[in-house]
């Protein structure tokens, strides 16, 4: 029994200060299952596959993951991410690809601004503040829509290339997401904007003190979010390949839930986005896992619900233990 | 002193612009009268309970985003239940339902209780679950309502002008709200959503408390659902809009996210304000997506306001 | 006491431990109280109090030893169940319910409400209605409702953690008054705080804890207080540091800091300083005098409403607290949980300040900060055993890392707000002497406290501030505790003088 305990402490210790593998291992096991119920589905296409569909959730959740440092969180970002898509394909025809990419990405950072703009001057709550700019921004998008209707959409070769394209059997969206990734890990500890982000999620008063303006940090941070979740948008486009008035808000609470299982606290000065990629391939082979196992809908959906339940639990149970 | 006032004052503040709306609503539309208010009664009663209880849960210092997925699951629950069932069965059935949303709400504070994960993560994983549980209820619309318990809620209720579904509003919320607020667990709901460890320091049970504020919040989200299969007469298992609106009115009804403080009665009234609009809107045919900017504005703009005084009230 | 009463105790824990993690809390910690008696729980920050105090209150559950209550075990889990089984606790932290009246708060744990009103105006409270919102009632009052509150249940062992700590000295003699005579009617008292003076004035015993383990019991004696501070610190220290400047430097030349007729808020009235490069000035205030506004104001978190701040002779105003430290104004605050970043690293902790500004929102130079850092740690000696995260470390080692990041950024001029509250001797003497050795290389000092006994060890001069107002200023050598306590109550000659 004391045994036991002590093994299991110091599981939990040794998770505490490397949180990843936990969630490596998890992400073996599932495909371990995949390959268990289906012999010989894991292959390199599969592979390439899950990537591909990882890689906008995982960007998204990288919204998430940003806010959710600061004690924040970004409603929004899915409708960002759908009107960029939607306002791209539509202008394309107007004003030509290069142009129409700029364009489609200022409403998303404008969300980000006024996100901002709630949560630092006016100190709105932000899950009220993004649920708020979420609905508006949706409302706009469907006036906006009635405007350029007639005139149709395209979809830039370049961005189905991006997002459906594989090189030597890689999705080529990795172009864009390594480089994504590795300049979001290296920015939350090795920068001043990223340990500001941690700073105020623990405590914003000693932040105040020290002398962090936040008004500054959380509306970067915002804009930030609206930005990256602009980009999430023109890539999911390219995969997708059909422009829709809520082309993007499915993956919205999956993306949090990558965000939660990859070990970021929703309270703040916790996490980091290494466990968030890896939070959106474990959800993305649940995925299909699920699918595979032809479960009715119902079904699935109390499923996916009870695993993100269980993994936050043992996360905060083996972590807790380390304490 | 000013906090007492400034609270009561919203709630004043809140009725002066709903009689502002309703004149403005009468010089728009000279005609209306009773069947405008009936309707507009009526389209109000999931909102108003989705509200409830999210109020109450944000009392208790939560968040339940689930609370549109448990209307689901109520909602078809009711409809597959009264499908040809007589009068009798009828009331059974609606006992039932209201059991299933009190045990619904009981699993989703038992589960942040039990887990210690953070609410808004435990009733994110349940929004799916209920969703899934409502679809493996009914796969697609379906089922009925009983038609005297649809009669509930149309017409008018002795005099023309007072609509019987904003009667059955009343009842019902009176019936759950009033009793609770006066228990010592009305109490205990406002004490561990102020300050939880000053609660359980001066003896309150912090985890039994938050499990009956969830179960009171699934207890009125069941009704919520009732509502819809009673107005539409039948079952929809796919959860509505109610989440992002009742998160809305609550905020603009003065209950502020965090716990502790206000009431049933701010938030409701905030209810038809945002349903007023809506409809003062539709009435002067504005594009009803022009409409859900306007209601996502005024939500926006009230909470930045809000936001603002309570900054500028914590630094004088 | 009898013999036959200290036979059967009425409250007797024995051989408690606790284990957080490889964090050892408790190892061999007893208590053992009888009827009628006060017993001081004393132990440097670190010693494992806290715990133990959880253990008996109920909110934790030891891992060996027992708690009996009257001879019979009590397994109490939760503070609810230890109220029932007559031992009632009175937190640091008021408990009370911030959003609701007091009569709420009263209904919400059962409260006598008759008992509770007797005891409130015991206590010397007037003019309080039930139906005041307890969020809008000061921490002083708070804490005094939070005892009578306890005290109307007529707890059999009542505890009080730090009781006096946020007290005016006028409450501070009616609570000590209305323990002894609680003890005299034969109920018992645990009285944990870091005043001899209070432990010497009502106490019957001191039980020491040490490294987890109870290390002593001693009766309350005269000059026991050297023998408890032994005990706490498990070593012989030499004497207190008086200091080895002479009381008669005074600086000269421009003041580093200026303040002319300040006000700001409702209880900062008038008040004018000149803080000189190379000194420590004392500020000496009851609670709520407007100490807490003055610093406030000059750390740039608050805005005055009249009076100006210079620095080196040239008018500033602050709108934020970037500006203060910009100007050189570094703000220690008295409390802990407002300055630290709980959850993260001590290195953190410390880099916090440098990277503050915009221009630092880029890459950081990790060589460069690691150096930094380390400098500030050894030169503080902070214990870095568990330093990956704050909150594990002890509260001296805590607020060595509040002053430690200032420390490492360059102090120039520092503002410390009680820096010693509420942590144990060993920190405290080597805060006195940090703060000796800054101004000998030429920071100015600004030092609130609330310990009179530490103005003569860490200050040159000392500023007394009653009602808003400076009413006199008194050199170190004349700064005996009775000058300085009359002086905070505002009876002295020499009246409205400026610094």
């Given at each position: ?30 495909v ?38 600061t ?100 999705p ?14 290296w ?8 340990r500001?982000?941690y ?33 999430t ?27 939660v ?21 474990i ?20 499923l ?20 | ?6 609270r ?134 379906g ?24 009667v ?19 109490l ?29 919040c ?8 009732l ?38 009665l ?15 809107l ?35 | ?15 408690v ?68 089984s ?18 709420d ?47 109307a ?16 000295t ?94 700001a ?49 040239k ?12 100007a ?16 993260r ?16 929102w ?11 850092v ?126």
């Open positions: 029994m004391t045994s036991e305990t002590t093994m299991f402490k110091s599981v939990g210790r040794f998770i505490g200060n490397n949180p990843l593998v936990p969630l490596l291992i998890l992400l073996l096991v599932l371990g299952v995949l390959e268990f119920m289906r012999p010989g589905i894991v292959n390199e296409r599969w592979i390439g596959n899950t990537i591909k569909f990882a890689i906008p959730l995982a960007m998204l959740a990288a919204c998430q993951t940003l806010t959710m440092l004690g924040g969180i970004d409603l929004s970002a899915a409708v960002a991410a759908t009107i960029s898509a939607f306002v791209m394909a539509t202008q394309v025809p107007i004003v030509g690809v290069p142009l129409a990419i700029c364009i489609g990405l200022i409403p998303a950072i404008m969300i980000g601004m006024v996100n901002g703009f709630g949560v630092a001057v006016c100190r709105v709550h932000p899950l009220i503040m993004t649920l708020g700019t979420g609905l508006i921004a949706t409302g706009c998008l469907q006036v906006y829509q009635r405007f350029v209707i007639a005139s149709g959409s395209v979809i830039p070769d370049g961005l189905a290339w991006l997002g459906t394209g594989r090189t030597w059997g890689l080529n969206a990795l172009i864009l997401f390594v480089p994504i990734a590795i300049l979001i890990i920015a939350q500890r090795r920068t001043g904007f990223g500001l982000l700073a105020l999620g623990s405590n914003e008063t000693a932040s105040r003190i020290s002398g962090v303006r936040s008004w500054q940090v959380f509306l970067a941070l915002y804009m930030l979010s609206g930005l990256i979740a602009g980009v948008g023109l890539l999911y486009v390219g995969l997708i390949k059909a422009p829709s008035l809520s082309l993007v808000n499915p993956l919205l609470l999956p993306s949090v839930a990558a965000a299982i990859g070990g970021t606290s929703i309270f703040g000065g916790r996490g980091g986005y290494s466990g968030t990629i890896l939070g959106a391939l959800l993305t082979v649940l995925g299909t896992l699920l699918t595979l196992l032809q479960m009715p809908e119902g079904l699935r959906r109390i996916f619900g009870l695993i993100i339940l269980t993994v936050t639990t043992t996360y905060i149970r083996l972590t807790e233990q380390s304490r | 002193m000013t906090r007492q006032f400034l009561h004052g919203w709630t004043a503040g809140l009725l002066a612009i709903l009689a502002l709306l309703f004149v403005f609503t009468k010089i728009i539309q000279p005609d209306f009268g009773t069947s405008g208010l009936d309707s507009l009664s009526r389209a109000m009663l999931p909102f108003a309970f989705a509200t409830a209880a999210m109020a109450v849960v944000v009392i208790a210092g939560g968040i339940d985003l689930s609370v549109a997925s448990m209307m689901a699951v109520a909602g078809v629950t009711a409809a597959v239940l009264m499908d040809g069932a007589g009068d009798g069965m009828t009331a059974v059935a609606v006992v039932i339902v209201l059991l299933v949303g009190l045990t619904m709400g009981a699993i989703n504070g038992a589960l942040i209780v039990i887990t210690r994960v953070p609410d808004i993560v435990v009733t994110l994983a349940m929004l799916y679950v209920w969703e899934g549980v409502a679809l493996l209820i009914l796969n697609g619309p089922g009925s309502a009983t038609p005297w318990l649809r009669e509930l809620i149309v017409g008018p209720f002795i005099v023309p002008w007072l609509p019987r579904s904003l059955f509003l009343a009842v019902c919320l009176v019936a759950v709200w009033v009793p609770l607020k006066r228990s010592k667990l009305g205990s709901i406002y004490a561990i959503g102020s300050n939880d460890l000053a609660a359980y320091r001066s003896g309150v049970s912090v985890g039994r408390t938050r499990i009956a504020a969830y179960a009171v699934g207890l009125f989200a069941a009704i919520g659902g509502t819809l299969t009673m107005s539409t007469g039948n079952g929809e298992p796919i959860p509505g809009p109610y989440l992002m609106a009742s998160v809305a009115a609550v905020v603009l009804g003065g209950v502020v996210l965090g716990g502790g403080k206000g009431a049933l701010g938030p409701i009234i905030a209810v038809i304000i945002l349903r007023l609009v809506r409809m003062d539709t009435l002067l045919s504005v594009d009803p997506n022009v409409t859900t900017i306007v209601e996502g504005t005024i939500m926006v703009v009230v909470v930045m306001f809000g936001g603002v005084l309570a900054y500028r009230g914590r630094h004088k | 006491m009898t013999d036959q009463q200290a036979q059967t105790p009425l409250l007797d824990a024995k051989g431990s606790k284990r957080f993690g490889a964090v050892v809390a408790l190892e061999d910690a007893s208590l053992t109280i009888s009827a009628g008696q006060i017993v001081a729980l004393m132990g440097a920050n670190g010693a494992g109090k806290s715990t133990f105090v959880k253990i008996l209150t109920g909110a934790l559950k030891p891992d060996t030893g027992h708690v009996r209550i009257r001879g019979t075990e009590r397994r109490v889990g939760s503070p609810a169940e230890a109220r029932r007559g031992l009632v606790p009175v937190y640091q932290e008021p408990s009370l319910i911030p959003d609701l009246s007091i009569a708060n009263l209904r919400l744990g059962d409260t006598p409400v008759a008992d509770f009103q007797h005891w409130v105006h015991e206590l010397g409270i007037d003019g309080l209605h039930l139906d005041d919102m307890i969020s809008a009632l000061p921490l002083a009052t708070l804490r005094i409702l939070d005892l009578a509150r306890a005290l249940v007529k707890p059999d062992v009542l505890l009080l953690d730090e009781m006096t700590a946020a007290l005016p006028d409450l501070v003699e009616k609570v000590l008054d209305t323990v002894r005579k609680q003890a005299d009617a034969g109920q018992s008292v645990i009285y944990i705080s870091h005043r001899f003076s209070e432990i010497a004035e009502i106490c019957d015993r001191a039980t020491v804890l040490r490294d987890g383990a109870t290390v002593g019991d001693l009766p309350i004696t005269p000059g026991v207080e050297e023998k408890v501070v032994e005990l706490m610190l498990g070593a012989v220290l030499d004497k207190d540091p008086t200091r080895t400047s002479t009381a008669a430097h005074r600086p000269e030349g421009m003041p580093r800091v200026t303040v002319r007729n300040l006000a808020g409702t209880k900062l009235q008038d008040v004018s300083l000149d803080l000189y490069r190379g000194e420590v000035l004392g500020v000496v205030a009851l609670e709520g005098q407007g100490q807490d506004q003055l610093f406030d104001v000059l750390a740039g978190m608050d805005s005055p409403t009249a009076g100006t701040i210079a620095l080196d002779g008018t500033v105003s602050f709108n934020h607290p970037a500006d203060a430290i910009a050189g104004l570094s703000f220690v605050p008295g409390d802990r949980a407002d300055g630290l970043l709980m959850e690293s001590v290195h953190e902790n410390i880099a916090l300040p440098q990277l503050a500004r915009f221009a630092k880029g890459a950081i130079g990790m060589k460069k900060e690691a150096a930094t380390k400098k500030a740690i050894d030169r503080l000696q902070i214990d870095t055993r568990a330093q990956g995260e704050v909150q594990r470390l002890s509260g001296g080692n805590q607020q060595k890392v509040t002053i430690g990041r200032w420390i490492a950024a360059g102090v120039d001029t520092l503002l410390l707000f009680d820096p010693t509250r509420g942590i144990d001797v060993r920190t405290k003497r080597q805060i006195y002497l940090l703060v000796r050795e800054l101004a000998e290389q030429g920071a100015a000092v600004l030092y609130y406290t609330s310990e009179l006994a530490e103005v003569p060890a860490a200050c040159d001069r000392a500023m007394v501030i009653f009602n808003g107002k400076v009413v006199d200023v008194i050199e170190a050598a004349d700064a005996d505790e009775q000058t300085l306590m009359r002086a905070a109550y505002g009876l002295t000659a020499s009246a409205a003088v400026s610094a």
